[in-house]
């Protein structure tokens, strides 16, 4: 089974829907066995979470992720 989660909050400064999308996301992948979780726009490794930052560093990693949801906002995604 392959499952895909918006986690965008992950690249933004927030603090209640990131701790839940952090730990949540985190727990799923440790139990998934042969399963794939993966985390949308592109999140497959992370570091430690902070409310006052992105949890993948600042340039150019989180600018280039919320520019690939800015493109998938305005053109659609691609076919796979």
Do not use: C, E
């Not at 392959?2 to 927030?14: C, H, N, P, V």
């Not at 066995?33 to 930052?53: T, Y």
């Amino acid at each position: 089974m392959r499952i895909t989660i918006d986690a965008t909050s992950l690249l933004l400064r927030s603090a209640g829907i990131k701790s839940y999308t952090y730990h949540w996301v985190r727990q799923l992948r440790a139990q998934a066995g042969r399963d794939s979780i993966s985390a949308f726009p592109f999140l497959s490794k992370w570091g430690s979470l902070h409310h006052d930052r992105s949890v993948v560093g600042v340039l150019p990693p989180t600018y280039a992720r919320l520019a690939v949801l800015y493109a998938v906002n305005q053109f659609g995604q691609p076919p796979d």
